[in-house]
């Protein structure tokens, strides 16, 4: 699926929200998109993993991690889950590590940053919920398009 961010905002701007420009490409796929899953956690990734662990059929996992800068909430190991389970993407809020790795990895994978230390483990957390961050809200079942341009939400599939 070939698509470009600014063309989509050419096309749909009054149908988009547009994220701030917060987020670095690290995965092995810089173009991605499809229907989100969102997670709310902070500092822990053992919910991140139960996500990633599901088939993930083309699905977007975006995660609100408070923005917390203290340590990983992906890493190499759950990109290569995440890829292996037919998720496009992950949305970062927060840091991931392993970056070297992650780069290798067929899978578009955004976050504020690199950290690493990894997280805890006590599964707390909340899925499907609506999450904001970088000025766009996140909702199930909406759609995440990004690429080297940015990331877009639209509330319908848009190709």
């Known amino acids: 699926m070939d698509f470009k961010t600014t063309d989509l905002c ?5 149908h988009l929200q547009v994220a701030e420009p917060v987020f670095g490409d690290y995965g092995g796929e810089i173009m991605f998109s499809g229907p989100i899953v969102t997670l709310k956690v902070f500092e822990d990734n053992s919910l991140v993993r139960s996500a990633l662990e599901e088939p993930g059929e083309g699905r977007v996992l975006v995660v609100d991690g408070g923005g917390s800068m203290r340590c990983a909430l992906l890493g190499d190991q759950l990109a290569e889950l995440a890829e292996e389970n037919d998720w496009a993407g992950v949305v970062i809020n927060g840091c991931i590590r392993d970056s070297a790795a992650i780069s290798e990895i067929p899978i578009g994978v955004k976050a504020l940053g690199v950290h690493p230390l990894k997280s ?25 398009y990004a690429d080297e341009d940015g990331l877009l939400v639209s509330e319908k599939p848009l190709i």
Do not use: C, M, Q, W
């Open 10 to 14: 050419d096309d749909f701007s009054d």
């Open 120 to 144: 805890v483990k006590r599964g707390v957390g909340e899925r499907d919920i609506p999450v904001r961050f970088a000025g766009v809200t996140f909702l199930p079942n909406h759609y995440v």
